[in-house]
């Protein structure tokens, strides 16, 4: 089963923006269970004191969106890596849809990422999904579709933030 | 409501509790029959928080902070002194990368849903060029979200 080192190894993303921090389940092609857990020291409480209301600690729908996507492409990415070996390239959320938000997620919970390959076809991939804390249903993913793209293709030129 | 900027301190409070202040100025352009469009801008800044893990060495602007600079625009505008919490994201599409010094512009159309408090929220957002880069569409709903 992945681990953290394998983890920092697939996922491009870096500190404090990978949200996926064991992996539970792995079907290769099929399917993935991943967990992420919510801390009270996460950057995105950093606003925040004691005389916020107790909801404005629910964990930012965005995050859980993205840390869902990035546990689903670490299941593309553990068979896909290889093959992409020696040129960079980033996985990027492109669409999602009929994704509800049932209950807060709160510093404390782990959020546990149930993810399913609908489609995949080259840099392509289609997953629909579930979220819970414990046995309970946090959010469910209708589909979300990532690509895979060079960081070139990206770009027009060597340097990051020059004009296009 | 009134047409014009949205006060900076709302602005500042919607963004309690998110990754990041993800808009860097927002007006109301229209209010007519309990309808409102919005503009909100912000400049990807590499410097911002959460941006120097997508990705190191190359910053771009995650879809789902394109998703929070819309739905901190509609708290800032609509979202009253109890907030909002987003419900349902019907669908978003993400066309043209956000880079470092590009502009996001969003222009979000705040219509009043069931049950009363919920919104329906359709939002363009093209990038300072002129290209369209995402378009989004939510339900969010005022208060405090029920069976937390």
Not at chain 1, 11 to 24: A, N
Not at chain 2, 15 to 22: E, K, M, N, S, V
Not at chain 2, 46 to 57: I, K, L, N, T
């Given at each position: 089963m992945l681990d953290a080192a394998d983890i920092r190894e697939l996922?491009?993303?870096?500190?404090?923006?990978?949200?996926?921090?064991?992996?539970?389940e792995l079907t290769p092609g099929a399917s993935i269970v991943g967990a992420k857990a919510i801390t009270?020291?996460?950057?995105?409480?950093?606003?925040?004191?004691?005389?916020?209301?107790?909801?404005?600690?629910?964990?930012p729908v965005s995050l859980l969106l993205e840390s869902f996507g990035q546990t689903a492409a670490l299941l593309w990415l553990h068979t896909r890596l290889r093959e992409a070996a020696g040129e960079d390239r980033i996985v990027m959320l492109v669409a999602a849809r009929d994704c509800r938000i049932e209950r807060d997620a709160l510093p404390g919970d782990v959020l546990r990422h149930v993810a399913r390959i609908e489609h995949a076809a080259a840099d392509t991939l289609l997953i629909a999904g579930e979220t819970f804390v414990g046995d309970r249903r946090v959010a469910s993913i209708g589909s979300m579709m990532a690509v895979m793209r060079s960081i070139a293709s990206l770009t027009q030129s060597t340097s990051e933030g020059e004009t296009r | 409501m009134k047409t014009g900027s949205v006060d900076d301190q709302l602005c500042e409070d919607a963004?309690?509790?998110?990754?990041?202040?993800?808009?860097?100025s927002l007006s109301v352009t229209t209010c007519l029959n309990d309808r409102v469009v919005m503009r909100a801008s912000r400049e990807v800044d590499?410097?911002?928080?959460?941006?120097?893990?997508?990705?190191?060495?190359f910053t771009i602007y995650p879809g789902v902070f394109v998703l929070e600079t819309v739905t901190q625009a509609v708290a800032a505008g609509v979202?009253?002194?109890d907030g909002l919490h987003v419900r349902t994201v019907r669908s978003m599409r993400f066309m043209a990368p956000l880079l470092v010094g590009d502009r996001l512009d969003v222009y979000v159309t705040v219509t009043p849903g069931e049950p009363p408090g919920a919104f329906e929220v359709d939002a363009s957002c093209r990038r300072g060029?002129?290209?369209?880069c995402a378009r989004i569409k939510l339900i969010v709903q005022q208060g405090a979200r029920a069976g937390a």
């Open positions: 996922l491009p993303h870096g500190h404090p923006m990978l949200l996926v921090d064991r992996v539970l009270l020291g996460e950057q995105c409480y950093g606003t925040l004191n004691g005389a916020q209301p107790a909801e404005r600690y629910a964990y | 963004t309690r509790g998110a990754p990041l202040r993800a808009i860097d590499r410097d911002a928080p959460y941006m120097q893990g997508h990705f190191p060495g979202g009253g002194a060029d002129g290209a369209s």
